[in-house]
């Protein structure tokens, strides 16, 4: 059995369904404690309805989209597991990367189905987990205490609508720390073009390089669609469709 | 018991809730991979995963402390304990909260919000679980198709695509702090082409020259 036919036993989809089904039953939980509490509480049972109603229609579109993602992790990770990341915590961009950065650790070098191997899998499944959990690890020890120091004053002050923080050195830094992260990428892409082979070849894989560039095209229209055309439904698409179309790109690549 | 009491205790209760909830998520999450390798006997490489960690794992790390920090106070207790459970926030939980919130009409911070931020981000996810699993299954009868040897050079080329559409996201508006790490890095690459075998490692200086030049950026233009 190859190793990709392995991640997609059924044990395995066993241990992430099992997990996922327990994620959905806190859903179901937290669904019915809030919507008793509001009635209690004197909130109109419509609202609440509406509410409920529009959150179950929101996340379809953008759901969609995840899925795409977890067939694009599907091809080098097996379904099972990309099922449980993105369904859990996870989201399809950081994702890739920590699988990435966990395939270079483990020494198979890039995530792919020809170099994956089932240690390698699991490292990287690990990997994935602890990189992702700080969130919930801080809700457990600060959720509590922070609510109640801020008494959530002020709290709308501080955010636009879309849940963006206004300015300040804090948004840039962050963005500033994915272009860094990209560049990194990227310039391995370029070195390893040029230079794999014997300084200034010129004779390496360009492959990704075109991936890359096909994918960025696609996103620019992805955003030109969303800003100059207003059609800011396509957001919830953008990166999984372009990697998609950039992932295709390699097939045709790889015949010339 | 009056209302103010009624949601004092039935906070109390969402915290103690959400702590749980949230610990055995992680147990299970963390637990995972070590019950797929004892199945399919091929254990973690806790060495590795320790690299990796230090590699990618930090920008991670700073990152759910930020998002922790500015989510926490919009979604309430409730709603936060389920969102960093179930993840997808700024593209999926975030705006799915703030427009419950709106519908509803309730300010954030009010024992309002607290129950239609849960009532929100509980039901989206929800949804969301249906929808991939829902998903995976139709997926089922085309697995031997995504493993046909014609689509490898798609799969074996998802962390291009990704940095590609990345790329073009955080570059736009950001050329003048992206060109100095971007040129610096494939320069080092180019003339150093071992290092290839540990990109995620050359992050961190990468990652320090994007912030060092958006800093200077930052303070110039204050």
């Given at each position: 059995m190859s190793?990709i036919?392995?991640?997609n ?9 099992s ?13 019915i ?5 509001g ?5 109109d ?5 509406r509410?409920i109603?529009s959150s179950a229609?929101f996340p379809?579109?953008p759901s969609?989209g ?7 992790l ?11 990341r993105l ?18 650790s483990?020494?198979?070098?890039t ?9 390698a ?21 600060l959720?509590k ?9 002020n ?20 963005s500033?720390m994915f272009?860094?992260l990209v ?8 070195g390893?073009f ?13 492959v990704?390089?075109?991936v ?8 620019a229209f992805f955003?030109?669609?969303s800003?100059?055309?207003k ?5 919830n698409f953008s990166?999984a469709?372009?990697m998609?179309?950039g992932m295709?790109?390699?097939?045709l690549?790889?015949?010339? | 018991?009056n ?15 959400g702590?749980?909830f949230?610990v ?8 995972a ?5 004892s199945i399919?006997?091929?254990?973690p490489?806790?060495g ?6 230090i ?7 700073v990152?759910?402390?930020?998002e922790f920090?500015i989510y926490t ?6 709603g936060s304990y389920l ?5 997808n ?8 909260a ?7 009409g ?11 931020s ?5 039901t989206s996810?929800l ?5 991939l699993?829902?998903g ?26 990704l940095?590609?559409?990345?790329a ?8 003048g702090?992206a060109?100095?790490p971007?040129?610096i890095m ?6 150093v082409p ?5 990109t ?7 990652g ?6 958006a800093?200077l950026k ?5």
């Amino acid at each position: 059995m190859s190793v990709i036919a392995t991640l997609n036993s059924f044990p395995l989809y066993l241990i992430c369904g099992s997990i996922i089904a327990f994620v959905a039953l806190i859903c179901v939980v937290f669904i019915i404690r809030a919507y008793r509490a509001g009635i209690a509480m004197g909130m109109d049972p419509k609202i609440l309805k509406r509410v409920i109603t529009s959150s179950a229609t929101f996340p379809i579109l953008p759901s969609v989209g995840i899925l795409l993602g977890v067939i694009a992790l599907s091809g080098s990770l097996g379904l099972p597991w990309p099922w449980l990341r993105l369904s859990v915590i996870g989201a399809l961009h950081y994702e890739t990367q920590v699988a990435q950065a966990a395939a270079e650790s483990v020494g198979i070098g890039t995530l792919s189905p020809e170099t994956m191997t089932l240690s390698a899998f699991t490292t990287i499944a690990l990997l994935m987990s602890i990189c992702i959990m700080w969130g919930m690890v801080l809700s457990v020890f600060l959720n509590k205490g922070y609510l109640k120091k801020i008494g959530f004053k002020n709290s709308e002050d501080k955010t636009e609508l879309n849940g963006k923080k206004k300015g300040g050195f804090g948004d840039l830094a962050m963005s500033a720390m994915f272009i860094g992260l990209v560049s990194a990428y990227i310039g391995s892409y370029i070195g390893g073009f040029v230079s794999s082979n014997g300084l200034f070849t010129f004779s390496g894989d360009w492959v990704p390089l075109g991936v890359v560039l096909v994918s960025a095209l696609v996103m620019a229209f992805f955003v030109y669609l969303s800003e100059k055309k207003k059609k800011g439904w396509v957001d919830n698409f953008s990166i999984a469709v372009s990697m998609l179309v950039g992932m295709s790109s390699a097939i045709l690549f790889s015949l010339i | 018991m009056n209302r103010n009491d009624y949601f004092e205790k039935y906070n109390k209760k969402t915290h103690f809730l959400g702590r749980v909830f949230s610990v055995i998520t992680l147990v299970l999450l963390v637990g995972a991979p070590f019950l797929m390798g004892s199945i399919l006997g091929a254990s973690p490489d806790i060495g590795a995963v320790a690299k990796g960690f230090i590699s990618v794992g930090l920008v991670w790390f700073v990152s759910s402390i930020v998002e922790f920090l500015i989510y926490t106070p919009m979604l309430g207790a409730g709603g936060s304990y389920l969102a960093f459970i179930t993840g997808n926030l700024i593209n999926m939980k975030i705006p799915c909260a703030v427009m419950a919130r709106d519908i509803a009409g309730v300010k954030t911070g009010t024992p309002e919000n607290e129950i239609v931020s849960t009532l929100s981000i509980a039901t989206s996810s929800l949804v969301t679980i249906v929808v991939l699993a829902l998903g995976v299954l139709l997926l089922q009868p085309i697995q031997g198709f995504l493993q046909s040897p014609v689509l490898q050079p798609a799969f074996a080329n998802v962390v291009p695509a990704l940095f590609g559409a990345m790329a073009y996201k955080y570059f736009r508006g950001n050329m003048g702090i992206a060109v100095f790490p971007l040129v610096i890095m494939s320069l080092l690459f180019i003339l150093v082409p071992s290092l290839t075998g540990s990109t995620s490692m050359m992050i961190i200086p990468s990652g320090g020259i994007a912030i060092g030049i958006a800093y200077l950026k930052f303070r110039n233009k204050k």
